[in-house]
């Protein structure tokens, strides 16, 4: 018999609609650590446009990345610097706390009510981490109101990310504080329980993260290529050369005649990939056919342990077995056949079906 949905109430439904407002904006929240665009942390023009949230908040070798000589010379104060960490790095953790809140809220009341708590100190932990950024900003300000000469060398900034971050994390303070007054008390007795299509989805989640982290934002980086650009500069719209650089390629003589060989590479590559993504698959489909729990265990180790040895070894490894005085050339030649060692590793033939097995 098909499942009879209850019928909310006005209370139930204002409390899920606000619900869904907290979740989109904390996935919001989240992102925006990784976007450099917006980085509250970039409280004067020294600091790397390309830096992040998260980057400044975990690496400080990174945010003070070419201010050594200005925090040597005391234009910027190193105590300035390390509160800009410091409170970046709360201002990251109030971001994750909130994140996971909202992986919560979508449980029972008791995951819900362990939600409201996350996202209410997440909220809260992240406005303590963009204040300090703020304080430290009025540091530096501060600084070059006192000593004006200090101006050219420090460029106080005023980012954008500040006033960003600021209205977010009040958003995600006052949205909490919403659902916790509206949403009902568990009983003490109630277990945290989840569907099982929300449990699978959080599992996804770190994977959709990682993919968008490392796969999907860094085309951001793809706009360099229509702009004149040199290395520590900025992308202004005075340099927009449109496809002057892709047309340049075609061209220029001493790059013209290469064209067809990577165009060639490249979908060679691509093809390869594609039509053997299947095989990760056919050997998964293998590993749960096997009936033997030794076998598939042994099988399991042997496939898995070369995800751990360091490439450094893999390639000593293979240079002891496929170079000049390897051990596939002193066997040939002690047999007899061959005359003289070979270099396997040098070899031109079946690279593209080599690269694809490395």
């Known amino acids: 018999m098909p499942q009879i949905q209850k019928k909310l109430t006005g209370k139930e439904l204002t409390t899920n609609i606000i619900y869904y407002a907290l979740r989109a904006t904390i996935v919001l929240y989240v992102v925006l ?34 201010l050594g ?59 303590a981490g963009i204040i300090g950024i703020m304080v430290a900003r009025n540091q530096l300000v501060q600084l070059v109101a006192e000593h004006p000469n200090y101006a050219k060398n420090t460029m106080p900034n005023d980012p954008m990310g500040i006033k960003l971050y600021l209205a977010m994390s009040i958003i995600v303070l006052l949205l909490s504080v919403a659902t916790f007054i509206l949403s009902p008390k568990p009983e003490k ?72 060989r990577v165009m060639l590479n490249t979908l060679a590559m691509s093809g390869i990939g594609i039509a053997f993504s299947f095989l990760p698959m056919v050997f998964a489909i293998f590993l749960s056919e096997i009936k033997n729990n030794k076998a598939r265990s042994l099988i399991q180790t042997f496939t898995t342990i070369p995800n751990f040895i360091s490439w ?42 080599k690269m694809w097995a490395w």
């Open 189 to 260: 007795d109630e277990p945290l329980h989840m569907e099982a299509k929300y449990r699978l989805f959080l599992m996804f989640m770190p994977f959709a993260l990682l993919i968008l982290v490392f796969s999907y934002l860094p085309l951001w980086g793809w706009r360099y290529a229509f702009f004149d650009y040199k290395a520590g500069d900025t992308l202004t719209m005075d340099k927009w050369r449109g496809l002057f650089w892709f047309t340049y390629l075609f061209q220029n003589p001493a790059t013209s005649k290469h064209i067809a």
């Open 69 to 127: 000589r200005v925090i040597s010379k005391g234009w910027i104060p190193q105590s300035t610097m390390i509160t800009l960490n410091l409170t970046s790095l709360v201002a990251c953790l109030g971001a994750f706390a909130a994140g996971v809140g909202g992986c919560f809220s979508i449980g029972n009341n008791k995951c819900r009510r362990i939600g409201n708590i996350l996202t209410l100190s997440g909220g809260a932990v992240g406005l």
């Open 312 to 353: 450094v070894l893999v390639y000593a490894i293979a240079l002891c077995i496929f170079s000049t005085d390897g051990f596939i050339s002193s066997f040939m030649i002690q047999n007899g056949f061959w005359e003289s060692g070979k270099n396997m590793l040098m070899s031109s033939k079946h690279t593209w079906l």
């Open 33 to 66: 650590l990784f976007l450099p665009g917006v980085n509250p942390a970039r409280i004067t023009e020294k600091i790397n446009r390309n830096l992040s949230l998260f980057t400044a908040g975990f690496f400080y070798k990174s945010l003070t990345d070419g």
